[in-house]
């Protein structure tokens, strides 16, 4: 009789109670997980209606959790209550690259095009346009008005000392630096950069149009801005400033003072808009009935045309003009011919 080798074969043993419910168990939490994810896909690419109707602006500031822009978000109508926002912002990751702003959502917008917008920071930019002509009270009121920052913000600001030194500005402000434009701004944008970024303009337009001290008087670019301001203020006919920035330079060149009433009323304090004799005789350094050359630094913010006018003047032998009450002036070259320009025009108003 065969004898065994002392082995006993081994069969495969069925699974314990330990590994069937394991099996179970990882079972059950794929179906969890893998229901989980088609209920976010669904939530995620499905159209949502705007509580407030078509078109919702919303504000997001800086270094807002994720958390609270969910609250926001559910705030101001663009998506329902709910934690769904929240996880879809984690498991896609885009929760790491939600930046601060202004944002405009419209309805059929999906929760998943809602984020991304936020991601990748698509924000509502505003045209904001300071006019040529406008001084920095104007540019402060503009910009306070349109909900920048406060005014006395503004003010202080193109009068900071470091920002003055950073340009090379003169002056005690940044009168005549701020170039006239229309600029695209964000909702809460630092008023510095605002400030900075007007500035930058300015040096960027003065750099295209050459070395300013290139001028038929050899003015100083502080000078020439300053002489720009004045041009722009005398007038809005686009023709005309070249004639304009000639009977400056004309007088200039004379030793003529300039009297011009716009750098009169800007050394006014609370000017009512009634210029008075008792004004032309009040003495400020921007009184220019009283004082020799120009004054100390720009009434206003020169456009580009107004700068090009005093690096070009007309070369017309004008000394004087006045209004002819249409938007336009008459030129003389003497004293004589104005005197008749005023009595025509003026009815014996005041001369230039």
């Known amino acids: 009789m065969g004898q065994g080798n002392g082995f006993q074969k081994k069969?495969?043993?069925?699974?314990?109670?330990?590994?069937?419910?394991?099996?179970?168990?990882?079972?059950?939490?794929?179906?969890?997980?893998?229901?989980?994810?088609?209920?976010?896909?669904?939530?995620a690419i499905t159209p949502l209606p705007m509580r407030a109707g078509a078109e919702l602006h919303v504000l997001i500031p800086p270094k807002t959790s994720l958390s609270r822009i969910q609250a926001i978000l559910v705030e101001n109508g663009v998506i329902p209550p709910g934690r769904s926002f929240y996880y879809l912002a984690r498991i896609s990751r885009l929760s790491q690259r939600l930046q601060a702003g202004e944002y405009r959502f419209t309805s059929g917008q999906t929760p998943y095009q809602i984020l991304s917008i936020i991601a990748t920071g698509s924000t509502v930019r505003w045209s904001v346009t300071i006019p040529e002509g406008a001084n920095i009270y104007q540019f402060a009121d503009i910009l306070a008005k349109g909900g920048w920052g406060e005014r006395e913000i503004f003010l202080g600001l193109v009068r900071d000392p470091e920002i003055l030194a950073r340009y090379g500005v003169r002056g005690a402000s940044l009168e005549g630096y701020l170039f006239p434009d229309t600029y695209q701004l964000l909702r809460g944008q630092n008023p510095r950069e605002i400030v900075i970024m007007m500035v930058e303009?300015?040096?960027?337009?003065?750099?295209?149009?050459?070395?300013?001290?290139?001028?038929?008087?050899?003015?100083?670019?502080?000078?020439?801005?300053?002489?720009?301001?004045?041009?722009?203020?005398?007038?809005?006919?686009?023709?005309?400033?070249?004639?304009?920035?000639?009977?400056?330079?004309?007088?200039l060149q004379q030793r003529m003072r300039l009297q011009t009433d716009p750098t009169v009323i800007y050394g006014l304090v609370d000017f009512d808009g009634n210029l008075t004799r008792k004004d032309l005789t009040t003495p400020t350094p921007y009184n220019t009935y009283l004082i020799n050359g120009l004054p100390p630094g720009p009434i206003a913010n020169p456009g580009r045309a107004a700068i090009e006018a005093v690096l070009h003047p007309a070369s017309e032998s004008y000394l004087y003009f006045v209004s002819k009450n249409d938007g336009t002036h008459y030129f003389s070259r003497d004293l004589a011919e104005h005197n008749r320009a005023v009595f025509r025009y003026q009815k014996g108003g005041s001369k230039r």
């Not at 069925?14 to 229901?35: D, E, N």
């Not at 502080?222 to 009977?247: D, N, Q, Y």
């Open 11 to 43: 069969g495969r043993r069925p699974p314990s109670g330990t590994r069937r419910m394991a099996v179970c168990l990882a079972g059950a939490l794929f179906l969890v997980l893998a229901g989980f994810g088609l209920w976010l896909w669904a939530y």
């Open 201 to 251: 303009r300015g040096r960027q337009v003065r750099q295209e149009l050459g070395d300013l001290r290139e001028n038929v008087l050899g003015l100083s670019p502080h000078e020439v801005l300053t002489l720009a301001s004045i041009v722009e203020k005398e007038t809005a006919a686009p023709e005309e400033r070249p004639l304009i920035a000639g009977v400056f330079v004309n007088r």
